[in-house]
Structures are given as C-alpha cells and as structure tokens.
C-alpha cells in the first residue's frame, strides 16, 4: 500500500510562507509506476480538494485557480520527495494538507497519510 508522510505545517501570519514536503514511505516513486503526485487540503468544516499536481515523468504541474502564481510544486527525485512551496499565506488557506498518487479528485486517492496542518492566522 501506497503511503506518503507529509511534513513542515505550522502556523504563520498573513502574507507568510511554508515549504510542505511529501515524501514516499518505503517505495521509490521510480519503481512504484506513480505518474502523478497531487497536494489536497481540508480546511475546518470541509471538504478534501485538490491544490496542486505535478507530474513524475516529465515537467507538468496544475494548481487550483485559489493557489495559482501564490504555491509552487516541485520535486527532488533524489529525496523521494514532492514539495509545495506556500507564499502570500491567507486565513482561507488553514487546513490539513495530504498528499497522494492521484491529482484533483480525492474521491480515488486510495489511502491517506497523517496530513500536515497549516494554519494562518494573525
């Protein structure tokens, strides 16, 4: 089974930023045939969404128009690990943020991690 251990939450200002991390627990991306890695989130109250993707065979990446020209997703084969840089932090980004082997739809990612929890407060 497919986990993923997200890290580097925590609580900034409006306007702040944070570097999440992503890493696979266990299995290389390479071996694995994951072609895609997805950053979901859950604020209070919530549904899980989507936030950002990004391809592991080549460049591609997605962000949700709430996210867009604010986080940057990325990866560093080497480390196992997917990052989502966070810059420009609002209230409306707190939540929980999950990784998984799927983008967009949290319906069809089939095990969760532990999350990272993000809150943005003054």
């Known amino acids: 089974q497919l986990q993923f251990v997200e890290s580097g939450g925590g609580l900034v200002q409006p306007g702040g930023s944070l570097r999440l991390s992503c890493t696979a627990s266990?299995?290389?991306?390479?071996?694995?045939?994951?072609?895609?890695i997805g950053w979901f989130r859950q604020a209070p109250g919530k549904g899980r969404e989507g936030v950002s993707c990004?391809?592991?065979?080549?460049?591609?990446?997605g962000y949700a128009d709430s996210v867009k020209g604010r986080f940057t997703i990325s990866r560093d084969d080497a480390k196992n690990t997917v990052y989502l840089q966070m810059n420009s932090l609002k209230p409306e980004d707190t939540g929980i943020y999950y990784c998984g082997a799927r983008c967009w739809n949290p319906a069809v990612v089939a095990s969760w991690g532990q999350g990272t929890q993000v809150i943005v407060s003054s």
């Open positions: 266990g299995f290389s991306l390479d071996n694995y045939g994951i072609n895609i």
């Open positions: 990004i391809s592991t065979r080549g460049s591609g990446t």
